[in-house]
């Protein structure tokens, strides 16, 4: 089991930054891939980035490519979201999840992310 609580959301202008933190609990931290994911009011929950066990490896999807930025700290049991040059399209309850694989194609399909977090809402004003 992993238990995940985000962090970090809240009311921003356009073009300003927020960085979201995900903190996990149970499982050993390094042995899962994580992922970021967002919905919007009528619309689905979207795969964001996705980070492999080491951060060797990332994933953004083109809506937030060069504006956010996943890591993870193994040693702090916490992955972070830093979002710059937010617009009102990034407007969203934002969430963590845990992938039940720690590498490969597996990390980019949400029906294997398996433990989710509360999310954290995400404002930007235009």
Do not use: H
């Not at 927020?18 to 994911?37: E, P, Q």
């Amino acid at each position: 089991q992993v238990q995940l609580v985000e962090s970090g959301g809240g009311l921003v202008q356009a073009g300003g930054s927020l960085k979201l933190s995900c903190a996990a609990s149970g499982r050993t931290f390094s042995t899962y891939a994580m992922g970021w994911f967002r919905q919007a009011p009528g619309k689905e929950r979207e795969l964001i980035s996705t980070i492999n066990w080491s951060g060797g490896g990332t994933y953004y999807a083109d809506s937030v490519k060069g504006r956010f930025t996943i890591s993870r700290d193994n040693a702090r049991d916490t992955v972070y979201l830093q979002m710059n040059s937010l617009t009102p399209e990034d407007t969203a309850v934002y969430y963590c999840a845990a992938n039940i694989y720690s590498s490969g194609a597996g990390i980019y399909q949400i029906k294997n992310y398996a433990w989710w977090g509360q999310g954290t809402q995400v404002t930007v004003s235009s």
